[in-house]
């Protein structure tokens, strides 16, 4: 159970609070809109200024093993006066993983000029991520095709499995030569030049 947090005074908030108890802002939630933009919502209405855009006042930071940190590219509004929540810009983070944002305590402020309250900053969230697709297929040789993918790949068990990709039209793969960064190269069965053969991928 999570509880307000009041604070007295001039020292903690601002002016307009001396001599009566204010509530800090929270970060109320975050909601993944895509894998590169994520939502964060703030408990009331914001000053729309700098502070409420400047990347460097939110981090977001991986939280399971494995997963990869993004940068945030830019922090953009919703177009009212006084936005209740902004949108994380993102480079791509490990997908299925949980993941925390933070917004400082210094950094923006709602329209009372009240700051985020230091304990209630930080909110989880699990990531999605974009599915790697094939690129384009390379012909290397009459017995050799490179196969491209739109990102670089792990290497594993599954990706230089033999059994995992197949092509029509009567041409076989005899092995997986090896696996480098964004591609995956095979070794085929004599090609017959002018036939279009259709590469799958389980």
Wanted: no cysteine; net charge negative; glycine share 4%.
């Amino acid at each position: 159970m999570t509880t307000d947090r009041y604070i007295w005074g001039l020292s903690e908030t601002s002016s307009e609070a001396l001599g009566k108890l204010v509530k800090l802002v929270k970060v109320e939630s975050v909601e993944t809109i895509s894998a590169y933009r994520l939502r964060v919502h703030f408990d009331r209405a914001m000053n729309k200024n700098n502070a409420l855009v400047n990347t460097a006042y939110y981090t977001i930071t991986p939280t399971s093993p494995g997963g990869v940190t993004p940068y945030i590219s830019e922090v953009l509004l919703p177009d009212v006066v006084y936005p209740t929540y902004v949108d994380l810009i993102t480079s791509e983070m490990t997908g299925g993983l949980n993941y925390e944002v933070e917004v400082s305590p210094s950094g923006p402020t709602d329209t009372n000029n009240l700051r985020v309250d230091e304990y209630y900053n930080v909110k989880t969230f699990v990531s999605i991520a974009i599915n790697p697709t094939i690129k384009h297929v390379e012909v290397i040789s009459d017995t050799r095709i490179d196969v491209v993918f739109t990102e670089n790949m792990k290497y594993n068990n599954s990706i230089i499995d033999k059994e995992r990709y197949s092509i029509d039209n009567g041409l076989n793969i005899l092995s997986v030569l090896e696996m480098d960064v964004d591609r995956v190269k095979l070794v085929t069965t004599q090609q017959i030049p002018g036939v279009l053969y259709t590469l799958t991928i389980a």
